[in-house]
């Protein structure tokens, strides 16, 4: 005999894929594989589906988020969880994020916050995926002659600098001075240790080319 009134405790179908989304990161996550995800109508953008390197989930504004890198475009991506339609998991594995951060942390963004330094980011105009990046929480972000500019404080130099380093082509730091300066000191060092082979001894890449 059915209670008049009484509610069904079964999930809804929404609530249900997200739980199955969230398992299969966490399965993602913790063995190094790949996703290919399709998004819902709801994220407003191509659906996919997409090719993702998970590294990690964090809980922003009291909703999961997923920070991954995007292969198709080579773009990093925060997407919530609720805009996760279908997740397959891969059997393909990929290489850990450099300096192996946690699978899961309380950060809102892909660096922590912080006051001593301020940071500007420059990204090429081809890389328009910036306009959707979370790079810290308090983050200002504008686009300038097609090219998008994010700005952040942060006390950790070193976690900006891995991440530029990771990202390659397509990132410019602006400020500050002491950040580029690490950077290019790191590309200098790349180029003392490179002994090109004699034929291609003119293709080296210039310090001209450094940021």
Not at 28 to 46: C, F, I, M, P, W
Not at 63 to 75: H, S, Y
Request: proline share 5%; with cysteine.
């Amino acid at each position: 005999m059915q209670i008049a009134g009484a509610k069904s405790t079964l999930p809804t179908s929404g609530a249900l894929k997200r739980r199955q989304a969230i398992e299969a990161i966490h399965q993602a996550l913790y063995s190094n594989r790949k996703l290919q995800v399709l998004l819902t109508a709801e994220a407003g953008e191509d659906s996919g589906p997409f090719v993702l390197h998970p590294f990690f989930l964090s809980k922003v504004a009291g909703e999961w988020v997923l920070f991954a890198f995007r292969e198709q475009d080579r773009a990093l991506v925060n997407i919530p969880a609720r805009h996760c339609g279908e997740v397959k998991l891969l059997d393909e594995t990929f290489a850990d994020c450099p300096a192996g951060p946690a699978k899961m942390r309380g950060t809102q963004g892909w660096l922590s916050s912080g006051k001593l330094f301020s940071v500007t980011l420059r990204f090429a105009h081809w890389a328009r995926w910036a306009e959707r990046l979370m790079l810290a929480p308090g983050q200002t972000m504008w686009v300038e002659e097609g090219e998008v500019r994010i700005r952040f404080r942060t006390d950790d130099l070193e976690q900006v600098r891995r991440l530029v380093l990771f990202m390659g082509d397509g990132v410019t730091v602006e400020e500050p001075a002491v950040l580029r300066s690490i950077l290019r000191f790191h590309l200098l060092r790349l180029l003392r240790s490179y002994n090109p082979l004699p034929q291609d001894s003119g293709s080296a890449s210039s310090k001209n080319d450094l940021r």
